[in-house]
């Protein structure tokens, strides 16, 4: 449905976009995450053909973004950071307009009857839209999106500044359009892609650095590195002693625990799996382990991860170069 081809996109000497290429498939809901200034705007303006690209290529359902611009925005409903809203329309009136201002050729009223019942803005039709909470004039911008029924929908930063249950309806919205629309949804928000998206690409400093599914992120960039242990012994030394183990990158005394034992968490190196090591000490040393638990990775630990290996690969040739 989007085609991404050796994007690059310069502000004189500054480098927004650097050889950014991507898919994303019919039916899917793509996660394009990056943090604030890593150039996903960029991106998102230069697929829905707001902005051209530097070189490279975007085509929307086979239609070159550049070449055959009008056709290719038909093809998409646009959810920008700022809903292109008139707050002195009222929500009925507003939905007209863009009814005329598309071309739309459904039939008006039950198109739109449609759009504000799967975005539940039928109870607020005849109110002003400069009325509205930030939560409801975020559906009327959705709503806008889906006037004309594209089978891409964007959307760029879609819940910033909602409170949570603001949030949640938001993605629960975008959740039940995926069922119908492919969608790309543009977010700084790790726990939003989680939660919503199939598959993550992440963007940092406009180079695309990682197009994993979302399921598989945390489990290929972190493997078994940290753990939860209960120890019955004494705190203390059971902390030493788990610092000083090699390969134990980290180790803390959590403040748990019971009559059982005191609980610890435990990182290991990378590429080493310290639950041998630790059962042997642990054993010698007459403290049992009661309970150990994988604690994983959150996606914000990924994320970390995975920007600061970019930007050390990066930086590593600059390094050499400076030492010669």
Known sequence: MIEVRNVFKHYGNVTALDDVSFT???????????????????????????????SGEASVC??????????????????PEQPPLYREMKVSEYLNFVYELKKCTLNRKAHLDEIMAVT?????????????????RQRVGIAQALVGNPPVMIFDE????????????????IRNLGKNHTVVLSTHILPEVQSVCDRILIINEGRLIADEKTENVARAAASDRKYTVKVAGPRRDVLRE??????????????????????????????????????????????????LTPRGMSLEEVFVMITDEDERRRNAPERRAGKE
């Open 24 to 54: 994303v498939n019919e039916g899917e809901i793509v996660g394009f995450l990056g943090p604030n200034g890593a150039g996903k705007s960029t991106m998102m303006n230069i697929v829905t053909g707001y902005l051209s690209s530097t």
């Open 62 to 79: 086979g239609i070159d973004v550049l070449e055959n611009p009008d056709e290719a925005k038909k093809k998409i409903g646009f959810l």
């Open 120 to 136: 539940k803005i039928a109870g607020v039709k005849d109110r002003l839209i400069g009325n509205l909470s930030k939560g409801y």
């Open 158 to 173: 879609p819940t910033v500044g909602l409170d949570p249950k603001q949030i949640i309806e938001i993605r629960n919205l």
């Open 242 to 291: 788990l610092r000083a183990l090699g390969g134990v990158r980290f180790a803390e005394d959590t403040g748990d625990g019971d009559a059982d034992g005191a609980v610890f968490a435990v990182e290991a190196e990378r590429g080493i799996d310290i639950r041998k090591q630790m059962f042997n000490m642990l054993a010698a040393k007459g403290w049992p382990i009661m309970e």
